[in-house]
C-alpha cells in the first residue's frame, strides 16, 4: 500500500477558505497524476480537480474559477486551495494519485471532512 493522508479540512463559513493537504510517499510524484474526489452524503463520488506531473490542470465545472489544485514535488504534497465556499461544498474529500507511465495503479487517502456552513 502507498499511504495517502489528508489534512486541512475542517469547518468553513460561506464565502471563505480552506487549503487541503495531501502528503505520501516520494517514489509517487515522479510519475502519478495527483487529484482530489468529494462525495456529499446521499451523493455519488465525484471529481473535483486533478494535476499531472507536467502540470496539466483539470477542474469540475462547479469548482471551476474558486477551486486551485497545486503540487509540489520536493514536498511530496498535493494542495487544494479553496476559495468562495458554499454550503454545496460540504461532502468528505479524497486524495487520489493516478500513475502515467507505466503499469496502472491508483491509490485513494482515508478522506477529510469539510464543512460550509453559518
Known amino acids: 500500500q502507498v499511504p495517502l493522508v489528508e489534512s486541512g479540512g475542517g469547518l468553513a463559513q460561506p464565502g471563505g477558505s480552506l487549503n487541503l493537504t495531501c502528503i505520501g510517499p516520494t517514489r509517487i510524484f515522479n510519475f502519478f497524476t495527483m487529484g482530489w474526489y468529494r462525495q456529499a452524503p446521499g451523493k455519488e463520488r465525484e471529481l473535483v480537480a486533478t494535476?499531472?506531473?507536467?502540470?496539466?490542470?483539470h477542474y469540475a465545472d462547479g469548482v471551476k474559477g474558486r477551486f486551485t489544485i497545486y503540487r509540489d514535488n520536493a514536498k511530496n504534497t498535493v494542495h487544494l486551495q479553496m476559495n468562495s465556499l458554499k454550503p454545496e461544498d460540504t461532502a468528505i474529500y479524497y486524495c487520489?494519485?493516478?500513475?502515467?507511465?507505466?503499469?496502472?495503479?491508483?491509490?485513494w487517502g482515508q478522506g477529510i471532512q469539510v464543512t460550509v456552513s453559518s
Open positions: 487520489v494519485a493516478d500513475r502515467e507511465t507505466g503499469y496502472e495503479m491508483t491509490y
Open positions: 494535476e499531472t506531473t507536467d502540470v496539466v490542470r
